[in-house]
Every structure is written in C-alpha cells, then in structure tokens.
C-alpha cells in the first residue's frame, strides 16, 4: 500500500509537522501517493482548539512541494471536514472555492460536544454515548453528502472509558446499517483509517465487520489512510491493509484525482 489518503500537517490546529517533513517521511517509506487532508472544522466546540486552516498558505505550499517533487511523488490536495447538520450550506460553498482532489468527511462533534475530550463521557454511560454519536451521523448523511467518503466512522471507540472493550458492529447493528446503506445509496465512500492500531484499539476504524457490511451492501468505494499527523505516523500500519480488505471481501481500493475515484486492486 503506497497511497495514503489521510494526512495532517502543522496547517491543522492538531499537528506540529510542517508539509515538508511530511513529505520527506513519504520518500523515505517509498510512497508513491500521498493526499493531505487538513481539518476543517467550522463551529468547534467555544474554548476548544480552532480547527479551520489558512487556506492561502496551505494552497501556495502545496504547490511549492508539488514542483518540488514532481518527479519523485504524487502529491494531492485534500480537505477533511468535521460535519454538523447545520453546516451544509457553508461547506457547499467551501468546497466550490478550491480545487480538491478529495474530501473526506468526518464526525467529531455530536450535538456540540468533541467526544475526544472525557468531559463527554462524564457520569454517562457509555453504550448510550456511543449510540448518540452513530445517530449523529445518520443526522448528518440526512441532510449533507458532498464528501468523498466518510472518515473514521467509529472515531468515538478511540476515546470511550472503555475503547472497544464492549463494542462490536452487533451491538449497534440497527444504526450502523442504516448509516452504511445512506453511504451506498448516495454514493460516498467509506474509510479504512489505520490510526486506530495507534490508539490501542487492536484494529482499524472502523471495526472491519463494519467494511464487511459496507461490501454486502454494495458499497465499493475504500480509501485507505493512516491519519498521520507526524512523520512517524505516516502509513501507520499499511502492512495489515490488504489482509484487512481481502478477508472483508474487498478486492479493491480507492484513490482520487480532481473529486474522481479510481480502483485499483489490491
């Protein structure tokens, strides 16, 4: 696996890494493609971290490292934008203002609330927050679908009291079904994000009988990334991809160029 779809740089509020350093990272691993994805996340919980870049410099530096490297890697210029019912409007017109190569959107506030911080979770319990995240995404999918695909779709395991101890796609077969068959139904893809081995959870977001469901119903359209936001990170733990896809019955993953999918086998 040499394409990652899911990369951080110091133009996200999360990350210290400057694009350079990334880049070097991916020609010391022999990458052959790599899509930054920066966070966009408008209307952020107030007091919390400011997850909207500047878009002029992150654009200038992409170019700068695109002719920089134009002989030696695929460099693509992406968006990852956190969604909340009432930022359809503002994103269309956000998207229509650059040229993307792809979008990813993901969950990460539910009903004004980051479930990356345990205030969450407090004297909550924690099946009931879990359900109150996928529930969001069904609100979300409702009302906006101008993503490529949809990140991370189990993000809240990283952080529950518990992680994944008490979590399986069974357990929230009825929501996740639905959520998979909007993503089917209106054509958006779905991301196998590998971070998930970093934060302990012993395998990837989402759980892969969630990919498994995705490919029964007819869902094609995977993308694969590490959401790296330090060189370190970069392709984290490509190695279990194509063991991961195969035994989910996916034979193919998917890259994007200008908003377009190809597929390329595994």
Known sequence: MKADFHIHSSF??????????????????????MCFTEHLDYDFPEGEVIFEPDMNAYYEEYKRLCEQYNDQIEL????????????????????ASWPFDFVIGSSHVVNGRDPYYPDFFNGRDETKCY????????????VYSEMDVYGHIDYIVRYGPD?????????????????LRILVDKGIGLELNMSGFKYGLGQPNPHP???K???????EIITVGSDGHCPEHLAFEFAKVKNIMTDCGIRYYTVYRGRKPEFIQI
Request: charge should be neutral.
């Open 163 to 179: 992680k994944n101890k008490y979590y399986s796609y069974a357990k929230y077969r009825e929501v996740l079904d639905e959520i």
């Open 76 to 95: 693509l210029f992406g968006i990852e934008i956190g969604l909340q019912p009432h930022l359809g409007a503002r994103y269309h017109d956000f998207l």
């Open 209 to 211: 009988d969630i990919l």
């Open 131 to 142: 359900q109150e995240y996928f529930d969001s995404i069904v609100e979300n999918l409702k």
């Open 12 to 33: 996200s509020s999360d990350s210290k890494s400057p694009m350079a350093d990334m880049v070097a990272r991916g020609l010391m691993l022999g990458m052959k493609t």
């Open 213 to 219: 469901r995705y490919r029964q119903l007819g869902g």
